[in-house]
């Protein structure tokens, strides 16, 4: 650390002859041992070599200086230098700087070098500063030297500036560009120790206001010599003068501030004693008074050429600096310097600044500008200032709730609330309306920003009581006018489905009024005719309460918004206990009534019938409200006979269910009544078959009769899925109707899909019945009969002339795979019995039905529609999109849980690019979770899909000109497939070598002849590395399964036997030396030539390693042309951003994507993946390549493509220092 000579001495009150300033050279400060250098001589090669000893005697001792506090031999070392005292920050501030204040009294030039030193150490430079007088202004030849040069011969960098009356020359070794520096520096220690420089900077200028700040010196000084730190080229001066120079501008104005309430009460008190009678009037307290006012008037000039001089030379040049941090101290400092001095700052002149930075490409910058400007748009005496900013800046504004950093987003809709408030018809409709719709974004915090502004400008009720009528003033007189509101708000948005995002972005700011239940259920039924609701406005007010009763019982967000499930605190597990009780003592009574009112309309009776899911049950039981029960099952019954859309049976259902839960004590109440319910429709089912159907005919009945047995169908397999039906037996009853049809196909399809369905849950139940109970093998055995026997009926179905049912029976066909295929247990070996893996057949064919109903789309007829057809068409888009992702993430839950064979995936991956926007996240995760699997058999998974599209453009186009655009697009899901890699060489190493070994050695197994000269000897090696290889890998896995055999599970080994026998084995040998044939059917892309078992053995037993041969010889006009051949297609570049290294780690688990079932569920519950979002990063490449450079990868020809890419340009590419211009020019 830097100390001066006579420290010690000076702080002990003896000051010698040595610490004297001379006229020409003042000492400067020294290094540890205490020498130091006068009149600046460094120039000498003696001076050199003795300052390079001194900061190398500086950098070994750092560390044990910067812990000046540590223990040393039993004792405490105590800080010395005025660094050291503020970084330990172990004395009060004050206490310090009036130690140094009274040094300053003392000896102002020892003290002023001791402050120098000061901040210089604060940059955390390990070198030293010398010192000498600046004796003639016009001496140009010194003006000239203020520059920072680099010494080659010492290895020092040197800084030579004015620091007035001194010339200051900062020298510091090379390596102080490291970046490494107090204020950035991670850690609670240098946190804290940013807090304590700050507070110093305050401190020092408060307690000199009163003397030493007027001296003409002091202030020179400091702000010389910060200006001159602020102008460097090295970042860490800058950082930290421009930092400290801000904070002292911001006392200065505390100073100003100060100045102004004395300066008034100067002049109140020269007015009244001026005032006074003549006859007591004393002229030397006038005069005294008269010399204090016109004192007071000076000082402020003074502070505010201080001012002028810290914004001219160093804000103005640093508010465009290169480093975000220091731009955004710059933009904060200002917004504090117009809130607490707004006479001076708040005007166009500085406004310009904030306005200016709102187009920052940093978001740390921008949101210094938006919480600025929150601070001044929050005090209305300061908003009227700001009409010319409002009107300039307010778009930018409202735009920026669409950045791409939520925190910017948030205080921007946050600052449009203050705007709205406090200025008027600042925001227009069009930009409320564009606001309101932020409630029902994912981000939670923007959408509670975006709450909040909708309650206080649009729903928060500010009417007379005259405009509310007679009944309802009182409970219900602005909670019914606010309900109203939001009612409709939610019609006129038409986004019906979104209401749980809408309820929960309102319910910190309007919790108390969203949960009066008794109002909204007032409002459905006792509304009086004047009053009442619309058939719309109802449907939306059921959708509310129901939103409201899942909000308080849960106490989370929707999907979506946030984790999961939040964790809460003790209070809010007891709000959300009284809201429960609440909820269910009030629902209790009301529910039967409201299901009676609009039994009639299914879309109302399945929201209320979720309802009682949140009910605290025990309160019929305590509360003796069984008939409130009863009324409720009848209710219940009513409307299952009633109705036969699915959604409200299946509301019924989870209705029994959830009253038939053993543990409580009404369960046998409502199993009852479930028996009786279910008895009737099975003996319903069983009469309209016996009256209709015929053997050896089918049905036989008009078709009143076959809706009567469809509509029973539904409503049976509703209860099906959630409850157990095995004891009525109905197995035999729809697996009769699905055999007829599969055999004659005379049925209609609507019986059939009920039929399918209603088989599915019976065998799913029997399933988890043998597998919790422990069934004889025989029952097991008979069990995997009707199992295997219903998957060929659903593969029957595949080919189904109706695509509802074909696509019904597929979903159904992939979830009983996914659940049989992993039906492993560790102790009971019988119910292996009941796995099962598709045959070969079967997968193709599974294959075949995804590329006809997921990648086939149907041809549009172009023609004019009107406004309505448009807005039907674009929802049937949108559901058909929805199915075809349901297809896709089933099948591919297939191929990563190994259910079918690995390659399979290669006919999904030919789609990657042309159907990236609507299947691109599907694809993505299932090439990452492959991956993780098995990196060798996916590397081998991308090159056939590669090879095979090569294959078919060679038999369409017949040659490979790179003109083509077929086989443009297969280089471009090349580099694609190269970006899902990242930037982890090693990481990737085996699955790059595998890639390079099948899809280029095997064309050029022999060294072609164009690959002649040096720079093509990198390639040569990497190739013959790896044909080297080929042999010795032969021989390490035949000695490794010799001496280390692979233990494998019981599932693993079951997984290998194919429902119809064991498929051909190939030996090793022939695996690894065979070619991929071209000319293979596309069908399941070659699966059924190569046996699970091979796969299994050869990739999982042994991770291949492939040694990398590096050459560092490739030329820099090889390199330069690597760099210049990357090609970025114009149509693919928007889909490119935030992809490139953005991969979905395999670690990552998705919600419902790739579970299997652990309980029977619905076939048509599966995964909902949403389509990919696309994000600006500002950057194309979002890290370094790392492990080596693009020539150390061993490129191939450029004609050949090249399976890697490197971001070369963001490697050879050095920001410059300095300032760059904003992007704002023409405002500027």
């Not at 879309?603 to 209320?608: C, F, R, T």
């Amino acid at each position: 650390m830097f100390r001066l000579e006579g420290e010690k001495n000076r702080r002990s009150g003896h000051l010698g002859r040595e610490n004297a300033i001379h006229d020409e050279t003042v000492p400067g400060s020294t290094v540890q041992s205490g020498s130091c250098l006068r009149n600046g001589n460094v120039q000498t090669p003696r001076g050199k070599r003795k300052v390079q000893e001194q900061c190398a005697h500086i950098r070994r001792n750092s560390s044990r200086s910067r812990r000046p506090s540590q223990p040393q031999n039993g004792e405490v070392v105590k800080a010395v230098t005025l660094f050291e005292v503020v970084s330990m920050g172990k004395r009060a501030m004050q206490s310090v700087v009036d130690d140094w204040v009274e040094a300053y009294i003392q000896d102002r030039d020892v003290a002023l070098l001791d402050l120098i030193n000061f901040y210089i150490q604060c940059s955390g430079c390990q070198g030293m500063v010398t010192a000498e007088m600046f004796q003639s202004l016009c001496n140009s030849d010194v003006i000239q030297k203020m520059t920072e040069t680099f010494d080659e011969e010492t290895g020092l960098q040197y800084k030579k500036f004015m620091a007035y009356p001194w010339i200051l020359t900062v020298t510091w070794p090379v390596d102080m560009d490291n970046g490494d520096y107090p204020l950035i520096k991670p850690g609670p220690y240098w946190k804290k120790f940013k807090a304590n420089f700050c507070e110093f900077t305050a401190v020092l200028i408060q307690q000199c206001q009163y003397s030493i700040l007027y001296d003409s010196y002091l202030m020179d000084t400091v702000i010389s010599l910060l200006t001159g730190l602020a102008d460097s080229r090295v970042r860490a001066f800058r950082h930290t003068s421009t930092l400290a120079a801000l904070k002292l501008l911001t006392a200065l104005v505390r100073v100003n501030l100060n100045l102004d309430v004395s300066k008034c009460n100067a002049q109140r008190l020269y007015q009244v004693e001026k005032n006074r009678i003549s006859v007591k009037r004393t002229n030397h307290r006038l005069d005294q008074l008269e010399r204090k006012r016109k004192e007071y008037e000076q000082k402020p000039l003074e502070i505010e050429n201080m001012m002028n001089a810290i914004f001219k030379g160093t804000f103005l040049q640093r508010y465009r600096d290169v480093i975000p941090e220091i731009r955004a101290i710059c933009i904060e400092e200002i917004g504090s310097w117009m809130k607490m001095y707004p006479d001076t700052f708040l005007n166009d002149s500085y406004l310009k600044y904030i306005g200016w930075m709102l187009y920052d490409k940093q978001p740390e910058v921008r949101l210094k500008c938006l919480l600025g400007l929150q601070g001044i748009y929050n005090r209305k005496e300061l908003v009227s200032k700001m009409d010319l900013f409002t009107s300039r800046f307010k778009d930018r504004i409202v735009s920026m709730t669409l950045d791409k950093d939520h925190e910017v987003a948030v205080q921007a809709m946050k600052l449009l609330m203050l705007m709205s408030q406090n200025c008027e018809d600042a925001l227009s409709s069009e930009d409320c309306e564009t606001l309101f719709q932020f409630v029902y974004t994912t981000h939670r915090p923007l959408a509670v920003a975006a709450g909040e502004f909708l309650y206080k400008r649009l729903l928060s009720y500010q009417g007379t009581e005259e405009e509310v009528p007679p009944k309802r003033r009182g409970k219900f007189r602005a909670n019914t006018c606010y309900m109203r509101k939001l009612i409709t708000f939610f019609l006129e948005s038409e986004l019906h489905k979104h209401v749980t995002y809408l309820v929960d972005s309102l319910w910190d700011w309007t919790g108390s009024l969203l949960k009066d239940w008794e109002c909204m259920t007032t409002l459905l039924l006792e509304a009086a005719e004047e009053e009442a609701l619309s058939d719309a406005q109802e449907s939306a007010l059921i959708e509310i309460i129901l939103a409201t009763v899942r909000e308080a019982a849960e106490g989370h967000p929707p999907v979506g918004r946030g984790a999961a499930k939040k964790i809460l605190s003790a209070k809010e597990k007891k709000i959300q206990l009284e809201d429960c009780t609440k909820i269910t003592e009030h629902f209790i009574v009301v529910l039967p009534q409201l299901l009676a009112k609009y039994s009639a309309d299914a879309e109302k009776v399945a929201n209320l019938l979720q309802i009682p899911q949140y009910y605290d049950l025990d309160v019929y039981s305590t509360g003796r409200l069984e008939k409130h029960l009863d009324a409720l099952l009848r209710v219940v019954k009513d409307i299952v006979a009633e109705h036969s859309d699915m959604d409200v049976l299946e509301a019924c259902s989870r209705t029994y269910y959830v009253f038939c839960n053993e543990e409580l004590a009404i369960h046998r109440r409502a199993d009852l009544a479930r028996t009786q319910l279910i008895d009737e429709l099975v003996d319903k089912l069983n009469e309209l078959l016996a009256d209709s159907w015929h053997e050896g005919e089918g049905l036989c009945t008009d078709e009143e009769g076959i809706c009567r047995i469809y509509t029973t169908l539904r409503r049976i397999t509703a209860f099906h899925n959630a409850h157990n039906l095995t004891k009525w037996n109905l197995y035999g009853k729809t697996s009769k109707l699905l055999v007829f049809e599969m055999e004659y196909g005379s049925l209609p399809v609507q019986m059939i899909l009920p039929a399918l369905q209603c088989t599915y849950f019976a065998l799913l139940w029997q399933l988890a019945s043998a597998v919790e109970r422990s069934s004889s093998k025989e029952t097991l055995l008979a069990l995997n009969r009707e199992l295997r026997f219903f998957c060929q009926i659903c593969a029957c179905y595949l080919s189904h002339k109706d695509k509802d049912l074909s696509e019904k029976a597929f979903m159904i066909l992939c979830d009983l795979l996914m659940i049989l295929s992993h039906q492993s247990s560790g102790d009971d070996e019988a119910v292996g019995v009941l796995q099962y893996l598709p045959s070969t057949s079967l997968q193709s064919k599974m294959l075949l039905f995804i590329q006809d109903h997921v990648f086939t789309e149907e041809k549009e007829e172009i023609k004019d529609l009107t406004e309505e057809e448009e807005r039907e068409k674009e929802g049937y888009k949108l559901n058909d999109l929805h199915r075809r992702r349901s297809l896709l993430a089933v099948y591919c839950k297939l191929i990563v849980f190994t259910v079918v064979e690995m390659s399979a995936a290669a006919e999904i991956y030919k789609h990657y690019m042309k159907t990236y926007n609507d299947f691109g996240d599907i694809i993505k995760e299932t090439l990452s979770r492959t991956r993780h699997n098995n990196k060798i058999q996916s590397a081998k998974t991308l090159i056939l899909c590669l090879q095979q599209l090569f294959q078919k453009h060679t038999e369409t186009h017949g040659s490979t000109h790179s003109m083509d655009s077929s086989f443009t697009n297969i280089k471009e899901l090349a580099r694609r497939f190269s970006l899902t890699f990242g930037w982890d060489q090693v990481k990737s190493r085996e699955s790059v070598a595998m890639i390079h070994k099948y899809g280029y050695l095997q064309r050029y197994i022999t060294e072609p002849a164009s690959c002649r000269g040096d720079e093509w000897h990198p390639l040569v090696w990497y190739r013959n590395s790896l044909l080297a290889n080929e042999d010795e890998k032969n021989s390490v896995i035949s000695s490794l399964r010799e001496l280390s055999p692979t233990s494998r599970s019981k599932t693993s080994s079951f997984k290998r036997k194919l429902s119809n026998g064991s498929l051909p084995e190939t030996s090793h040998t022939e695996t690894t030396n065979k070619t991929p044939d071209f000319l293979c059917t596309p069908e399941l892309t070659a699966a059924a030539g190569k046996s699970r078992k091979r796969l299994k053995s050869q990739d999982t037993s042994l991770q291949e390693c492939l040694p990398f041969f590096c050459p560092m010889a490739l030329s820099r006009r090889r390199r330069e042309d690597v760099i210049k051949a990357e090609d970025f297609s114009a149509d693919g570049g928007a889909e490119d951003v935030g992809e490139d290294v953005d991969v979905v780690g395999a670690d990552q688990v998705c919600d419902g994507l790739y579970q299997s079932c652990t309980r029977p569920r619905g076939a048509d519950q599966s995964l909902e993946t949403s389509p990919p979002c696309l994000c600006y990063t500002g950057s194309r490449w979002r890290g370094q390549i790392k492990g080596g450079s693009a020539g150390q990868l061993g490129l191939a020809e450029e004609e050949e493509g090249c399976v890697l890419q490197a971001a070369a340009e963001e490697l050879l590419t050095h920001p410059a220092v300095g300032t760059v211009d904003p992007p704002y020019a023409a405002d500027n």
